[in-house]
Structures are given as structure tokens and as C-alpha cells.
């Protein structure tokens, strides 16, 4: 399950469940928050891609340590 939580005051965490709490990602901004969302998103339509049997051609930039998706094309099925 995922869980999309907006919130600027950190000390509310200290109301969510300790075994949420280990999930929670914190972003210095709100763009680098969507960017993320965005990979995430990428990631689970490429694999229900593979999972359906669909050939697809995935690229992805590569920059200082740090990989993401950038393209997604379905070129039809196996």
C-alpha cells in the first residue's frame, strides 16, 4: 500500500504509527517530491509491462550516483 502524505510540520510524525514511521520519506522541496512520485509511478507501469509480457524499452539517465527512469515505450507484446 502506498500513502501520499503532505504535511510542512515534522513534529507531526510523532502521531503516526512507529511502524509507518520507518516508511516515511522527507523531501527538501516540493518538486523533488513529485519527481519522486513520478519514478514511482514509472517503476510500477514497467513492471505490470513485464508482468503482461509486453516487450518494452526502458532508458534511464544516470548523474552523480543517482539513477532515473526518464522514457517508457511499450514496443508490443512477446
Known sequence: MEMVFCDQDENNRAHISKWLRLSIRMYGSFE???????????????????????????SIMSAMGEEQICALKDIGPK
Open 32 to 58: 523533488k517530491s513529485l519527481d519522486e512520485l513520478r519514478s514511482f509511478f514509472r517503476e510500477v507501469k514497467i513492471n505490470d509491462g513485464f508482468a503482461e509480457g509486453k516487450d518494452l524499452v526502458v
